[in-house]
Structure formats: C-alpha cells, structure tokens
C-alpha cells in the first residue's frame, strides 16, 4: 500500500492524528532505564534505550498511528546509538506503527541517493530496517530532492520536506523573498507530488509545517493541496490544536501532529504523580493529546 | 589551537589546500577490499571499508592537510558503517589531518545540540571521535545554528555552513529573492563567525560554495572575508582550478578544495593503468589536484 494510504489507515484506526516524537535523552529516561542508560558509557546508554523503546512502543502502538525518530538523538551515541535507532525502527514497524525517520536529510544527488537508501530502502544489503517517511531539507534544490522522490516512488514511502520549521528563528531565510522562500518550496513540494498522488488522493510526498505556525496553515495548504503535512511542535514548543483545522480534510485526513517531550517526559510531570508508573503517566500525557486534537481532526473515527 | 589555524598550519605544512573527499561506495573499492567488501553483508563492507579507509589515508596523509568523510555513504552500511566512521575520523585525526565531517546536519536547537554534540564534541560519554569540522546546513536559521557555533567555540571546532552549494539545481532556492538567499545566509555566517575570529585573521564559521561556480566567488568573499571557504566540485564535478583565486589570499589561506571520486576512484583511471598497484594511482591523482591548485595557491608554500 502506497504511504498516504497507509498513514491514513493507521490514523483512522486509532482515530487520532496524534505523532510521538521519539527523542531520547538518557538522563531523563524513566526507572529503571534511566539507572541502567547513565554511567555505564555509550553501549550501556543504547542497551538501555534499546529497551526502553521496545517499552515505550508497546504503550504507543495501541494508541496513536505514527512515531518520529530524531536520528540525532540516537546518533550521538555513536555506533551503539545507530544500532539502537534500527532496532527502534524495526520494533515500531512490528507493532504496526507508521514510523517517520526524522534526520533532515539533504545533499547532493549522488549522496542523497545514500541517504535515501539506508532510510527509505533498507541500506546496503539490509544494513538498516527501512523507515515509512523520511524528513528532507530542501535547501539545496530539486535535483538533490529527485532521489528521495525515486525511493519514495520505488519503495512506497513517504518524505515530509522543510518547509516552515517550528522554531522561532524559521522565518530568517524560510520568510526571505517575494513570495517568501517556504511558499515557494510549497510550491515545488506540490510539484513534486504530483506524480506520486495515490487513490486516496494524497501525495507520498508530505511537507513539515510547524504546529507553532497557525496563523500560515491556510497558505500552505492552499499551495500543497495533497501533501500530508507534519505538524512538530505541539505540547512543549508552545503548538495548540486550535488553529491546526485547515490542516484537515472533511475526513480528518491531511495531517499528523507531533509531540515529543510533553509525552516522553510525562513521567516528571507533577500532575501525572498519582498515576503509578511511567507506563500509565505516558499513557496519561498521550491521552491528553488525542482529546486536545479532536476538535481539528473530528471527522477522525 | 583554533580551528582556522590548525587549518592553515595543516595547509601550509603540506603546500597545498587540496582537500580529499572520503565518499565510499564498496563496489568501488580497489582490490582486494573491493572483494572482501560485496557479498559480505553490511559487516563485512564495513570492515573491508575500515581497512581500505585506514591504507588510503595513510597515502593521503603525507600529501594533503584535510579530509572530508561524507556520512551518507557510512550510514547506508548501517551501525557497523557508522563504527567505520568513527574509525575513520580516528584513524585521519592520528595521521594529523584535518578532518571535516560532511554531515550537512541542521535542525532546531535542542535536537542541533546534539548533532553538535556528536559530531564536534566526542558525543555521547564520548561515544564517536571528534572531527575537527562540520558542514552545517543553515534553512532552519540563526537560532538553529547557535549550537552549532556553541559546539564551535567550546571545542575549538569549525563549522563550515552551506551557501552556495555545487550541484547544477542549486540556484534554484538559494538564488530565491533580492539579494539571494545564498547571499543573505553569507552575510549571516560573517555575523555569525565575527566573534570567533582567531589570531590568523580568520574565522571559526566557514562556508561551502560550489568550486563549480567560480564566477559567484568574489561576491562570496567580499560578504565573508573571515570565512574559511570548502569549495567542493572539483575533478569529477567538473569545478577547475582557474577561478578558484577569489577564495584566498596572499598568504595562500582561505580556503580548502575538495576532490572525492577523481582521486578515490583513480585506481580504475585508464590512464593511470601503469601504475604499480591503487596506493600509485591514488597518489598520482593527488599530484595533479596538487599541481593544477598550485597557480591559485601560489603562495601557499
């Protein structure tokens, strides 16, 4: 099944937009992997993660429809840390979890080419577990973005590409112009897709919007009719649901909505205290989210 | 040492500002790494890359002052190519060269800090080798990049932060608006780079533009004359050395100007065939990167 048919299941069938964004921070894991992660060096800290995902996954899958990996997180604990990011990948992918491998990548065609290999088409010889979505930054043209497109088209997946980030510097270069550059990186996202539409009428190839950027929504989707959008920045970062409704479709399709550490952190949330256990005070923070978003993505069964 | 020093003390001590490229593809390994590499799986490719990584930089070493490995092509082999990345940043900083990790990383601030952190700060309880170098990608903007030149300045570390790009499709976002973007996002790196100006005159914050686009190079220049410049695209790209002069002064600092599959590839060079053996042919295409850069270098020693 192509990528927009396949998000759109999976958020139809937990009935949520809701996307966790997984960026592990080992000193904040909860017990008892936060003792098992610190002091014991780069392969104790990604054993620990390992199995702290596995964890969190199994609480996440029966709830929301997708997960987002920061690579960066993962990779600064180096080898063991990228093996760590595999396996969180391919547990997601066994509870049936859309998974969008956020690692921003962008170069020229020929690296791009090993980007999108090891993130969208299982690596060399299936070094890497294959993710459902890729994020992809524009900033060096359409020819570098061509083979991300190619591995979306031959491998079924999904790319989300910057276009108007949620941090509160994003309108610096993203803004510069007439029209500014995001409207006009729209505009080539929608370009883009427009060979990859499938017959729920949505593109494989998506763009980031921030959730911190309300007021631009309408903009955006105006100029990428059929790209699913991401939404990252909800919950922490400021993003409220209010404003996120042009994102959507009669359908509640069009848009997954991301939060990270509202959700990871649930744990250390005061108000989550009499819940027992980080299980329950995760399950707590998601439950939370899904609620706060049904009012924009309503028609969301 | 700071980083622009370290830089042109390594250039100068080796009378040239050639930069190699370090992007492997295992098919294209000379033997017998080439055999040990295909049909190995992920594991053996990356120990068959390590090893060739080891040898070629030991011809390397003696010859150019910098190196630039491309993570694309390590991570498409999985956590055991991101081992040969380590080992191949180790292996380049205990010869002495300067080693320029070619991530093109950027995202927001918390998720940046950690890039940072792995890239040009030992990672996570130091779990991958500082490089003394990172290319930087600037979309997201000033706040996004602020880690980065925190990593910068608290490890003595360089940046070099993509302008103007060597890939034909590059004008396409970065020559957006009045001025263009490129030249906006340069004006921002001399900002940037204007409180870590060393005792050499030059700067911490670096950039990357095109060696295939020499007559965008005085612009450059004149809006960041403190900045190292990467020029990469020369050889294969087909960026020549005429043209290139802008970037430097007449000291012969300035800039460093990278080759990867002209020279990593010379081993199936035609007219190379002669010479005894990969380590020759390696050697010879470094000789001429070396002579054709002497005219615009001249002073280099």
């Known amino acids: 099944m192509s990528f927009p048919s396949r998000l759109w299941a999976a958020v139809e069938r937990k009935g949520t937009p809701a996307m966790i964004g997984v960026d592990p921070r080992p000193a904040k894991f909860p017990e008892p992997f936060r003792a098992r992660a610190v ?13 702290y995902h596995r964890a969190l996954l199994d609480v996440l899958a029966p709830r929301v ?10 990779e600064e604990l180096g080898p063991d840390g990228f093996g760590a990011l595999a396996d969180c990948v391919a547990h997601a992918r066994a509870l049936g979890l859309i998974v969008v491998m956020d690692a921003k990548r962008g170069d020229i065609g020929s690296t791009a080419e090993a980007y999108a290999s090891t993130f969208l088409a299982g ?11 890729l994020t992809v930054n524009p900033y060096l043209g359409s020819d570098a973005v061509a083979p991300f497109l ?9 790319l989300f590409v910057l276009v108007k980030t949620s941090n509160p510097g994003a309108d610096e270069f993203q803004g510069h112009g007439t029209p500014p550059l995001a409207q006009r990186v729209a505009a080539a996202v929608a370009q883009w897709g427009a060979a990859l539409v499938d017959s729920s009428g ?15 929504l309408a903009v955006f989707r105006a100029l990428m009719p059929r790209a699913p959008l991401l939404l990252p920045g909800f919950g922490f970062q400021g993003g409220e649901a209010r404003g996120l409704a042009p994102a959507f479709d009669a359908l509640g399709r069009g ?13 250390e949330r005061a108000d989550l205290q009499h ?18 978003l049904r009012p924009v993505a309503r028609a969301v069964r």
């Open 39 to 51: 002091g014991r060096g780069a392969a104790g800290a990604a054993a620990a993660m390992r199995d």
């Open 65 to 74: 429809p997708a997960v987002k990996p920061n690579a960066a997180f993962f």
């Open 123 to 133: 690596g060399y010889e299936g070094a890497f577990p294959a993710a459902d979505a």
């Open 150 to 158: 190619e591995a979306a088209r031959a491998h079924d997946a999904g």
């Open 202 to 216: 949505w593109s494989s190839v998506g763009a980031v919007v921030g959730a911190t950027r309300p007021e631009e």
């Open 255 to 267: 848009a997954v909505v991301n939060a990270s550490r509202s959700v990871l952190w649930a744990h």
């Open 275 to 292: 819940l027992p256990g980080w299980e329950a005070r995760v399950d707590a923070a998601v439950q939370e989210m899904v609620d706060a």
